[in-house]
């Protein structure tokens, strides 16, 4: 017998029919003689729906009042979930983050899980339920409703299968594994068999929305056996995210792309080319609590420099705000402001024994007339920042130069 833990998405429980499915699903595990925890997202669009309301009544919502809308969406699909299995002779209890109770700090709309107590779970299950909790919320130590961040129910889900020493937690969604790229965008994408936890946290983090990023940091630190899966398919591996690359097999040099298309990039022009202008730039931009990605200061030429800087999309009219609030102070020419800006990632451990990832990855741009307007790298992964109207044909053009639709 097993204990797993199983997380179903938006669109796995995007109507009636969708959640009797899933009901059929956790009932063939429990009749294997499994325990099952389900962890449930809200129905796909409805997340959306709630906070497209709450900017319909304020300009800035409060964001305590806002984790206490958002979250119901989950309230709802966790009950529609157990009267399904109820249905079928599966005897189900729901729990709210808040009853379970899932602990987390205050942080509204981001908040990170700090304990779960697992007593309350662990008796329906002794006593044969299947037990459904809310994903992608939680309780503050004084009973604030709080939530985790778009597509924390992969973390919900991670987090109860870590405080329950569960054998594995399957993350079930729309796509039948982890791919070589957004199969929506690159239909020649492949699934991968395995990917390692490394590679995972990079692809999360430069974009890859299948798993959130704080899911596989908690897989990796509880050594949680983690797996994507499709709901919609029967009998598939899924993806598995190990903790080690396999020493046996010849790794590919890159094992995925990721992008993101919320960036937009800043430039101050004409700055004098001295020492601690990029702390001058960056500080005020830092103290605002903005988060800054890539950064790049040209040559100076005639004693002044551009200096620019990308940053999520949303925060670009403050940084521009702020920016010309200190331009005379640092002696700026003028700043400009571009919303139109993506990042694309090639990224893979099989880079650390490779040499020349990067000119194949530049050149293959080059021979498509794409202009690279900044370069970030790590150890397994190599960013370009590029013009939006590029992004397509970006990762269309790497996808097939590093010979990702071949089978290994
Ligand atoms: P859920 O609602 O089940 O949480 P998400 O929409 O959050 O589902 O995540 C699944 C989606 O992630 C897929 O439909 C796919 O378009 C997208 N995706 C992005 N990158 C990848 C990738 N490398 N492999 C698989 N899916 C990816
Ligand atoms: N419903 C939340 C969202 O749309 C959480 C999740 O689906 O994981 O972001
Ligand atoms: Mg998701």
């Known amino acids: 017998m097993a204990l797993i833990v199983q997380k179903y998405g938006g669109t796995s429980v995007g ?26 997202s809200a129905m796909s669009g409805e997340t959306n729906r709630l906070i497209a309301l709450a900017k319909d009544v304020a300009a800035k919502p409060d964001p305590r009042e806002l984790d206490v809308v958002v979250s119901t969406g989950e309230q709802v699909t966790i009950g529609l979930l157990c009267m399904a299995l109820q249905d079928i002779g599966v005897p189900a209890k ?22 779960i107590d697992e007593a309350p779970i662990r008796k329906d299950l002794d006593a044969g339920a299947v037990v459904v909790v809310a994903g992608f919320q939680g309780v503050d130590e004084h009973g604030n409703i709080t939530t985790l961040g778009r597509g924390g ?3 919900t889900g991670v987090a ?34 395995t990917i390692t936890f490394e590679e995972m946290l990079e692809m999360a983090s430069l974009g890859s929305k299948v798993l959130q990023i704080r899911s596989v940091e908690f897989a990796g630190k509880y050594k949680v056996k983690l ?8 009998g598939g591996q899924g993806t598995l995210i190990t903790v080690e690359e396999d020493k046996n097999m010849e790794q590919p040099v890159i094992s995925g792309i990721a992008f993101n298309r919320d960036e937009a ?20 931009v830092a103290d605002a609590n903005l988060d800054v990605d ?29 920016l010309e609030g200190v331009k005379t102070h640092i002696g700026a020419r003028a700043i400009e402001g571009d919303k139109t800006m993506c990042k694309v990632s090639i990224v893979g451990v099989g880079m650390r024994s490779h040499p020349g990832v990067a000119s194949k990855m530049f050149r293959t741009l080059a021979e498509e007339g794409i202009n690279i307007q900044m370069i970030s790298t790590s150890e397994i992964k190599i960013s370009v920042a590029i013009d939006e109207k590029y992004l397509e044909l970006a990762v269309r053009v790497l996808h097939k130069a590093f010979g990702l639709d071949q089978p290994v």
């Open 160 to 193: 109860l299968a870590a405080a329950l020493k569960a054998d594995e937690c399957q993350i079930y969604t729309d796509v039948d594994g982890v791919y070589t790229t957004d199969p929506r965008i690159v239909p020649e994408a492949r699934k991968l068999d």
């Open 294 to 322: 890539m950064i790049i200061q040209n040559v100076g030429h005639d004693g002044t420099t551009d200096f620019s800087f990308t940053l999520a999309r949303g925060d670009l009219e403050k940084a521009v705000a702020i």
């Open 15 to 40: 109507s009636p029919e969708r959640i009797k499915n899933v009901a059929s699903k956790v009932a063939k595990f429990r009749a294997e003689g499994h325990q099952v925890v389900v962890v449930v």
């Open 153 to 155: 129910s992969d973390t």
């Open 265 to 284: 990039k800043v430039t101050v022009l004409g700055v004098p080319d001295k020492p601690g202008i990029a702390y001058q730039i960056l500080g005020p």
């Open 94 to 115: 729901s729990y709210t983050g808040a009853q379970v109770k899932i602990l987390t700090d205050s942080a509204h709309t981001k908040a990170r899980i700090l304990n």
């Open 227 to 234: 797996r994507v899966l499709s709901s919609f398919q029967e």
